[in-house]
Structure formats: structure tokens, C-alpha cells
């Protein structure tokens, strides 16, 4: 039987540098593999259970299935025994019990599990998260704060409607979701991928320093100041990226930003602020837009950033990429871009190769992705940053673009009107 690593891999779920990432974080805090990919944001919830059912050829356990379970049937396997086997029945027929379990190749256990509850049982895989979550709301078991916190993360995404949920594609090693109509084609396209002159920068905006920022070597200052002023001249690495500010209050600066996108008036104002604080994050940032099935260059900073070449950059869907992945359902990526075309084309736009680290988060509206967020610290990597924050701004961007993509559209609509 493959591992349930080698399967994400084969399939175009997962990447060699997630999968590395995934076991490193497993080395460190321990837990099933799928859970930490969960925690990393590299696979969704769909395509964990989907890939577990997959490896163990066996059905799965969802978190619909462990909800409200009857008390009769809790009752059939005594606490100590279900936290022990780590075993929760769920359902019931005349035929057999149905039982989630993380160990399904277990027979003996199986079979041990089968006279204690009196009866056939039909066995389920279920992930860690949901199971140990299920031992601790119905036998009082312990709960680890990492699986609480990623069950809440989980819960949350199960409220969206489920015909907006991404899930298991048959016909696809990396499309995993049925093709979605993208919605912001039809509300107002977000503007051409070239920025008009004067956008690139806005005036007055004040830097924002970040708290986890690592310091750099003097060697590595000037390397990076002689890359800026040799490739691109008018690009700045925000000095606040290599020096430490312990600040009071640690809210203070994404506080600030979220009040310039409820402010935002257009979808270019909204990029550029998000451009312009998350500057303070990486060395080079870059935003894509997403539509009708392909990513655009849009905006972008940082040393030896070939503007022109951005405006021009395209991925179809129809190709393999990080890209994809996302838009499949993933939280965001991290880690070394692997070498296909697309990634290369994306590397070409500041005269580079894949060896660095970077970051890409997307931006939805109404479960569509609309907008993807680029971000490397060049050879400095990427230990330090703060994913809470990166999803709270993620969060707060996409509601921003929400917000002006209607109100442009209603603008059109009273025009419209007014003309006849």
C-alpha cells in the first residue's frame, strides 16, 4: 500500500517541497502527515478524506458523518476503550455499526472492537482531526489546542454552501473542484494587467514595520542594495525588513491597513495597499488577477522586477501549477516553486531561477478565486512569517474587492440608466 504522501504526490495534489515541509512539521510536533498538510493549507479537507478513502480502500468518516451522533450508539463502546482503539461509532443498520477509525488495516483490532460492540461493523477511515475531535466532544478525551484550533478552521469552511466547496474531480490528476463560472467576468473586469502611469506607487503611504522581521549581514545588505540599484532602479526593499521593532501593540499596523481598504474606492487602490504592506514582508511582492480560467499579471515590487514582462505574464488553468492547486481549495503555498513552465515564465519576471522560498496566498469571493498574492524574501526564506496575519489581510482584501467590484457595478447600472 502507498503512503498517503506518495498518492498526494502521484496525483498533482501536493508538491515535493509541501510534502517536505509536511514531514519536517510532523518530525517536529507529531500527528498524521495529512493532518499537518491540512494545518500548512497545502491540500483541503475534500481532498484529504478523498485520498484516505483512496489509500485504504475503505469508506470515510466525514465531519457530517461525526456530527451529532446518537447517544446509543456512544454507548456501545465504553469511553476508555474508544479513546484507546481510538474507534467512534457513528451509524447504524440492521446489517452492522459503522465505526470511524484511524487504524483501518488493524484486523485484530477490528475484530476486538466487533465483540465489544456486539455486533458486524463496517469500517470507516477517518482523518485525525475528526476523529480526535469526535473523542473528545462525545468520551470526554482530551484535545489537543492545535486540532481544536484546526477543527475550527475546518468548521468554518463547512459552512460554506456545499455546491461552492472544492472536492475530488474523477477525471483529473490536479482539478479537484468542478469548473466554476467565474463570477467577477460578469460584475466588471478588474482592469487591463498594465497599470497605468502614476498607479505603481501611492503617495503618502507610510511604512509599516513588521514585529518578526529577521536582520540581515552587512554583506547581505549591500548585495541586496546593489541588485536594486542595478536591475531596477525605482524598486525599494523597505528597510524595515531586516530590523526588529518590538512594538506594544502588535494589531496596530494591520489595523491600519484594513482601514485603508474600507476606504479603497477601485480594485487597483485595494492591490496597490496590499502591495505596499505586504512590502514590508518580503523583498519582492507580486499580485496576479484571475479570470475567465487564467491568471494575469497585475501588480508587483521589488528589486529587478520587469514590470512589462508582469503585465504580460498568462497561465491558462488548463496547465499544471501552483495556480491551480490553489484554486482547487488550498489555504496558500509555501515553498520552492517546482520547475514548470509556468513557474519558470513567473521567475523570468525579475531575471531569476526557483531556488527561493516563496509564498502565495489567494483571494476569493463567494468561494471563487478572483486575485493571487506572491511573496519571497529572496535567500532569507521564509521561517518568520506570520501566516495568522497573512490570512487575516487575505481576508480583509477580498472583502475589499468585493465591496468595489459591486459598487463599480451598480455605477455602471445607474449609468445605464440615466442614459436611456
Known amino acids: 500500500m502507498q503512503s498517503l504522501g506518495t498518492l498526494l504526490l502521484q496525483s498533482g495534489r501536493i508538491t515535493k517541497e509541501q510534502l517536505g515541509l509536511a514531514i519536517s512539521k510532523q518530525r517536529e510536533i507529531g500527528g498524521r502527515l495529512g493532518s499537518c498538510l491540512l494545518e500548512m493549507g497545502a491540500i483541503s479537507e475534500g481532498i484529504l478524506d478523498h485520498m484516505l478513502a483512496e489509500q485504504q480502500a475503505v469508506p470515510v468518516a466525514t465531519a457530517e458523518d461525526l456530527n451529532e451522533i446518537p447517544a446509543e450508539l456512544i454507548q456501545l463502546l465504553p469511553a476508555r476503550l474508544a479513546i484507546r482503539y481510538q474507534a467512534v461509532p457513528f451509524r447504524s443498520s440492521t446489517a452492522a455499526v459503522e465505526i470511524a477509525m484511524l487504524e483501518v488495516d488493524n484486523l485484530w483490532l477490528q475484530d476486538e472492537l466487533s465483540f465489544i460492540v456486539g455486533s458486524r461493523l463496517k469500517i470507516h477511515i477517518a482523518s485525525e482531526v475528526r476523529l480526535v475531535s469526535a473523542l473528545a466532544r462525545y468520551y470526554n478525551a482530551s484535545l489537543p489546542e492545535r486540532f481544536a484550533k484546526l477543527a475550527e478552521l475546518l468548521d468554518q469552511q463547512l459552512q460554506r454552501p456545499p455546491e461552492t466547496r472544492p472536492g475530488p474531480h474523477p477525471d483529473s490528476r490536479l482539478i479537484h473542484s468542478a469548473e466554476l463560472n467565474d463570477p467577477i467576468s460578469h460584475v466588471v473586469p478588474m482592469r487591463s494587467a498594465q497599470p497605468e502611469p502614476g498607479e505603481s506607487e501611492i503617495e503618502g503611504s507610510t511604512p509599516l514595520p513588521h514585529p518578526q522581521s529577521i536582520p540581515l549581514s552587512v554583506r547581505d545588505l549591500a548585495n541586496l542594495d546593489a541588485a536594486a540599484a542595478s536591475e531596477d532602479p525605482g524598486a525599494k526593499v523597505s528597510p524595515f525588513l531586516y530590523t526588529r521593532d518590538h512594538r506594544s501593540d502588535g494589531n496596530a499596523e494591520i489595523d491600519d491597513v484594513e482601514a485603508q481598504l ?104 463567494q468561494e471563487h478565486l478572483v486575485s493571487l498574492i506572491y511573496g519571497d524574501r529572496g535567500p532569507l526564506g521564509l521561517q518568520a512569517l506570520d501566516l495568522e496575519l497573512i490570512r487575516r489581510l487575505t481576508a480583509v482584501a477580498s472583502r475589499a474587492f468585493e465591496r468595489c467590484i459591486l459598487e463599480q457595478k451598480q455605477a455602471r447600472q445607474r449609468q445605464a440608466l440615466n442614459g436611456k
Not at 522586477?305 to 505574464?313: I, K, V, Y
Request: hydrophobic share 45%; glycine share 10%; with cysteine.
Open 262 to 365: 474600507a476606504a479603497a474606492g477601485r480594485p487597483e487602490e485595494v492591490g496597490q495597499i496590499l502591495v505596499d504592506y505586504l512590502a514590508q514582508f518580503f523583498v519582492r511582492v507580486l499580485i496576479f488577477q484571475v479570470r475567465q480560467g487564467t491568471v494575469f499579471g497585475w501588480l508587483g515590487r521589488g528589486p529587478g522586477l520587469d514590470r512589462d514582462r508582469l503585465a504580460g505574464f498568462r497561465v491558462s488553468f488548463d496547465e499544471p501549477s501552483i495556480f491551480l492547486n490553489l484554486r482547487e481549495g488550498g489555504s496558500f503555498f509555501i515553498g520552492k516553486l517546482p520547475e514548470m513552465p509556468p513557474h519558470l515564465e513567473l521567475a523570468a519576471c525579475w531575471s531569476k531561477d526557483l531556488t527561493d522560498e516563496c509564498a502565495v496566498f489567494p483571494l476569493r469571493l
